[in-house]
């Protein structure tokens, strides 16, 4: 073969070989726009590529996840959307509630990228949606539970610690509802006979604060607001609890690990899973204006044997029963 006929049959396959690149689809990349740290959300992360695996999708594979946290910087979330916007994401995933979905629904007003949340915030009293049947626009994703349960979280601590009258609410009053928990606690803080002592927590200093007054107030058992930025110091609250003989129960199961006595709270696997469900679905072509808001209603009641026996406290057997899971 002449070295010319060699060239023009080497540019042949190059060409070809580029055509045959170019006519590859593009994978798509879902923007995960979230609250927190990634800490404070591991089993969220891994729910959510299980959901999308059983839509057909994988990470790395066929489908690329762009991952944007906010870190306790609430304000940095509109800045976040818009560079995913930017990123031409073909999906956004809006993590930790309605500041994120909000956030990513603006920076979508002129480009409608579809958006998948998860929140434990009524989504249509914050406007996310128009109704949780017929979401329309493009927003839809999956409500769970979480100031519903208060009141159940306050009875289940009173069947441990007996006698308990004043409990303390640790909240994040930068967190959307935040002001609503306490008032939706008035009717079975009345019902109980207790004294309901609120904590606010925003930030280190805010929190420094908050573990003084507990040292000082004593209260007789500690209830705490699931929020990311005191899930990322659920340590830090765990031991500061332990440390002035302080029973604790969360709305969420990462404090249960990190030394909390009890938690009460949604399973937020299973949100994040059908959030992932709900995005391969949408990647495939449907819309979310025709996939209804759904409300997941899991809980679990997780309990930390070895708090109790170092608190000196005895959970009735009744209630072992009862629970999802025991540490020991």
């Known amino acids: 073969m002449r070295r010319r006929q060699f060239i023009t049959l080497l540019g042949g396959a190059v060409t070809l070989s580029l055509a045959a690149r170019a006519q590859q689809p593009a994978v798509p990349v879902i923007g995960w726009l979230g609250t927190g740290w990634p800490d ?3 089993e969220q992360l891994h729910a959510f590529r299980e959901g999308l695996s059983g839509a057909g999708f994988v990470e790395g594979k066929n489908v690329a996840i762009e991952y944007r946290w906010e870190e306790g910087q609430y304000d940095l979330l509109p800045a976040l959307a818009a560079d995913l916007v930017r990123r031409k994401v073909a999906l956004i995933f809006a993590f930790g509630g309605p500041r994120p979905t909000r956030a990513a629904k603006s920076a979508t007003s002129t ?4 958006i998948v949340f998860t929140a434990a915030t009524d989504p249509v009293a914050t406007g996310l949606v128009a109704s949780l049947n017929r979401p329309g626009g493009n927003v839809t994703g999956i409500y769970s539970l979480a100031n519903e349960l208060g009141a159940k979280q306050l009875g289940l601590i009173r069947e ?7 409990i303390a609410l640790l909240v994040n009053p930068n967190t959307p509802g935040a002001e609503a928990l306490p008032k939706d606690l008035q009717a079975a803080v009345r019902s109980l006979g207790l004294q309901l002592v609120i904590l606010s927590a925003g930030s ?7 573990f003084a007054s507990l040292a000082q107030q004593r ?3 500690l209830l705490i607001q699931s929020d990311g930025f005191l899930i990322h110091r659920r340590i830090q609250i ?5 440390q002035h003989g302080i029973p604790a129960i969360a709305g969420s199961h990462y404090f249960a690990a990190a030394g909390v006595l009890m938690t009460y709270a949604t399973n937020v696997a299973e949100s994040s899973y ?9 990647l495939k072509g449907e819309k979310p204006a025709d996939l209804p808001v759904q409300q997941s209603t899991k809980v679990e009641l997780v309990i930390n044997l070895t708090t109790a026996k170092a608190l000196g406290l005895t959970v009735p057997p009744s209630l072992l029963a009862l629970a999802d899971e025991v540490i020991e």
């Open 111 to 114: 480009i409608p990228i579809p």
């Open 238 to 242: 765990a031991a500061t609890a332990a």
């Open 160 to 166: 441990v610690v007996r006698g308990a009258i004043t």
């Open 274 to 282: 059908q959030a992932g469900l709900y995005a391969g679905r949408i």
């Open 204 to 210: 280190e200093s805010d929190l420094d604060a908050v």
């Open 40 to 42: 404070s959300a591991t």
């Open 219 to 221: 209260p007789d058992a």
